[in-house]
């Protein structure tokens, strides 16, 4: 069974950094980098936002308009981990962050990932808070 376990969230000051990681599990390590992967967040009383994504074709990379610059996705496909470093953050990044993978490369198209209800799989989320 697929899982997947966000963790390095908290609290942090604004113009702050944090590094969240997305530790996969029931791929074997042939398999996880055939997933296409998605971060994504939601602040309180919005939905879900796509904050970036790597399609697991041709790793590509795609960031939200306002993480660019500062947010950097990347993966370590031998751990099975993705990881999302945060930096220059700002009160408005406040929000839960999830992780969600799929096999179909297409939800990650240009300009961002597709809605987070088009992936398979999902985990279960790392709060964020930053402070001003």
């Known amino acids: 069974e697929v899982q997947l376990a966000e963790s390095g969230g908290g609290l942090v000051q604004v113009r702050g950094s944090l590094r969240l990681s997305c530790a996969a599990s029931g791929f074997t390590s042939d398999d996880f980098d055939d997933y296409t992967i998605g971060w994504f967040r939601q602040a309180p009383g919005k939905e879900h936002e796509g904050v970036s994504c790597?399609?697991?074709?041709?790793?590509?990379?795609y960031y939200a308009d306002s993480v660019k610059g500062r947010f950097t996705m990347s993966t370590d496909y031998a751990k099975n981990t993705v990881y999302l470093q945060m930096n220059d953050l700002k009160p408005e990044d406040t929000a839960i962050y999830y992780c969600?993978?799929?096999?179909?490369?297409?939800?990650?198209?240009?300009?961002?990932?597709?809605?987070?209800?088009?992936?398979?799989?999902r985990g279960q989320g790392t709060q964020v808070t930053v402070s001003s």
């Open positions: 969600a993978v799929d096999a179909d490369s297409y939800y990650c198209s240009d300009p961002g990932p597709f809605p987070i209800e088009e992936y398979g799989y």
């Open positions: 790597i399609r697991s074709t041709d790793g590509t990379t």
